[in-house]
């Protein structure tokens, strides 16, 4: 039997008893890049701690280690819908209490502030309460399988730049408000296990180091789970130690663990403070069956995911998240037997993006087919199905994607390890790609902390014959050869920056012509001199084709609809680095123009993880927004374009007619690497009502595949003190097919110019059926922050409540005297 809240809080003080205050002190450092420290002697196993917005990361970011591709953050941002989320981290945590795993860092609770952070893909929202209600989501389903969810990056990590340096700015009510309340909707009311503090400084202060931060979690809200560090993020001891930060990751220990013991010992902290930590981490295992005493807290065990199921449940999720934005003359869904000639054009139609470049990448296990492929198999009875990429690739990408073998003729390349002068290597290993990265130790070949060499051979065969590009970075200095002679060469990263330089996977190339059929060896050696991290990274871009532009014209032209699907390449959103604009590719830009220009029925796919600039949308027949899908993509996609499922979603984001009409537009770091929130708030929707520019597509706007009608909304209020208010709206579906529409509610208190997010609800309804659906709005919907008290208060006045069916587009506007 489960054990209860208050039993497992006693076997964790029983356990902690039995600790010596050195051996507490250890335990608030890892083991490993993944593990905790076991304590034996109070009943403590190691817990196995993995990176998880996109999925479960290999350890090791070994390509041989596989498990599910998610749909990306702006992805299950898209899909408004609770349920959906919830089913996606249900599916995580089946796959994670399959492998024995105790908690997953994820959800990524950040905001989309700017729509340019690199990692605006793993983020769900510009909005807090749309981030915060979905994140919840996925909190109580990973959680329901006894995995402990992690959310991160507390607080205020919206930008790559300098993340590790740089100085979030915000005002309290700003922090309150917006940028700690999906922490809060994640942490206090749906009861996250743990979460991770940010790499970057709050007000000059580093989040990990933070007491008041800190305290409004551990004190404030009551919350009584474990605070785990960014990876590397600490400075020093005593300030983290102090400010209430549990668990130094990844470990061996660094600032925590034994030094923390020592700073116990000289009076720097208290032995209070080091037992608090502990006994959080105790709570931790007590809840994931790694105490002694207590059992795996798994709520819904008839809801686990088999891993067989698991891919229908993605892909049906991605579909969700799509959302439609233009469909002129309803030229979606597509009618296989209407068609004798469908187009399928662009370079993400082949080669699509699933997932972000991360240091959490994803390898997904089986083959996962492509949109050009997905669409081919669910149209090709009905029609013919050509496809043009339309733009050459102008990237390397990894050389383990090309045809390979190692010297002695296997598939993929021989990967060498050296350690110090060695000249035999300490493990050599054939492996399938070539981007690696390890944390601490490369497994059975030692620290990464020591002096050592890579070495990666391969036997090339081209494809064409033409100038080649052969590049490689790393953790060190990189030297690439072609049959014995170097072509090109990258110095070590400055010591300060090997993180950025590894997540951004820098490479510097070289060329050489090659004839098409004539094998050679490709070489990339990296010497390193010892870091936290190692890394290699290889990659070649081949000769590109002429007149593929052309091509991909003329098969628009000869078809009776096109498919262009365009976006982001992997590099285009990366760990460590923002975005200089929202635009696509000039060469994509220019595909769509040209392919719009001589066939108006055209539907553009975006497969993109952000807000991406779309002056082209009014030259096309349907834009339809597919994110960053994950391993679902291709079915999802077909399926949709079918009208077997319904893009459902809604957009998450804000797509703007200009980058300049967004508030962040141009703000940057000062020289002290201080970035001044306040002075850019209110962002994304909000701020576009202040100052009435219209958006491209508005925050909350999609269409789906039927019509829609919204009553006059009506609202019911009750209780005393805090009153419980709750919207009523009535909907019908007003078209010929199925479809589920989200009623979202907006609250204006007095003096406000903008109107913001206070709660959304989903309803399904077939043709011609209606529904009064019911939004509940939290104490939150009317409060504000007090500075000048630090309190929450209700402003007290009129407050109008609008509800409609997207941020532009709210006709009911209720009053409520408070």
Known sequence: MTATPDTRDDVAGSALDRLTPRRRAELTAGESGWSTLPAPEAGLSTMIMGDGPLGLVSHTFDERETALLLPCGTALGATWDPEQVAAIALAQGSE?????????????????????????????????????????????????????????????????????????????????????????????????????AAYNRLNGVPCTAHRELLSILKDEWGWDGLVVSDYFALSDTAGPALAGLDLEMPGPAIHLGSRLAGAVESGAVPQERVDDSTTRLLRLAGRVGALAGSERQVTAPEAHVPAEQAPGVLAAAA??????????????????????????????????????????????????????????????GSCEVVHEPGVARTRPEPLGSFAVSTPDGAPGVLLEHFRGEDTDPALAEVRGDTAF????????????????????????????????????GGSGAVTVTVDGAVIARRPAPEPGDVMG???????????????AGVQVTVVVEMVSAGARVQALTVGCLPPQPAGALEQAVLAASAADAVLLVVGDVLETSRESRDLSSSALPDEQVELIRRVAAVNPRTAVVVNAGRPVD???????????????????????????????????????????????????????????????????????????????????????????????????????????????????????????????????VYVRAPGEVDARLAGFAGVGLAPGESADVPVVLDEHAFARWDTAVSAWHVPAGTHEVLVGRSSVELPTVLSLEL
């Open 96 to 196: 994670a209490l399959r492998r024995g795993y105790a908690a997953v860092y994820a959800p990524n609770l950040n905001l989309a502030r700017t729509g340019l952070s690199g990692r605006t893909f793993e983020m769900y929202s510009e909005d807090p309460v749309l981030a915060g209600v979905l994140g919840a989501a996925f909190v109580t389903g990973l959680q329901s399988q006894g995995v402990a969810s992690c959310p991160k990056h507390l607080v205020a990590n919206d930008t790559e730049t300098e993340r590790q340096r740089m100085s979030a700015t915000v005002d309290d009510a700003t922090l309150r408000e917006v940028y700690l309340r999906p922490f809060e909707l994640a942490l206090r009311d749906a009861g996250a296990w743990a979460v991770m």
């Open 319 to 380: 579909a969700a998240s799509f959302v439609l934005l233009s469909n002129a003359d309803d030229l979606l869904p597509l009618s296989p037997s209407g068609l004798r000639r469908l187009a399928v054009i662009g370079p993400n139609a082949a080669r699509p993006t699933y997932q972000g470049a991360t240091f959490g990448r994803v390898r997904p296990a089986g083959a996962v087919a492509t949109p050009a492929e997905a669409v081919r198999a669910r149209f090709a």
């Open 437 to 472: 990265a390890w944390f601490g130790s490369v497994p059975g070949a030692g620290p990464t902390s020591e002096p050592g060499r890579l070495r990666l051979t391969a036997a090339f065969t081209p494809d064409t014959t033409g100038r080649h590009l052969f590049g490689g």
């Open 501 to 515: 330089q590894v997540a951004r996977a820098e490479m510097t190339t070289g060329p050489v012509d090659l004839t």
């Open 614 to 744: 779309a002056p082209w949308a009014d030259d096309v027949a349907a834009v339809l927004y597919a994110w960053l899908p994950g391993q679902g993509f291709g079915e999802a996609l077909a399926a949709v374009l079918a009208g077997d499922a319904e893009p459902a979603g809604r957009m998450p984001v804000t797509v703007t007619r200009r980058d300049e009409d967004r508030s962040t537009w141009g703000e940057q770091l000062d020289d002290d690497l201080a970035l001044d929130y306040t002075a850019t708030e209110p962002t994304g929707y909000r701020h576009l009502q202040r100052t009435g520019v219209t958006p491209r597509f508005a925050f909350g706007s999609g269409l789906g595949w039927t019509t829609w009608e919204h009553g006059t909304a009506r609202l019911t209020v009750t209780g005393d003190g805090a009153p419980r208010v709750e919207v009523t709206a009535p909907v019908t579906n007003t078209g010929r097919r199925p479809g589920r529409e989200v009623v979202q």
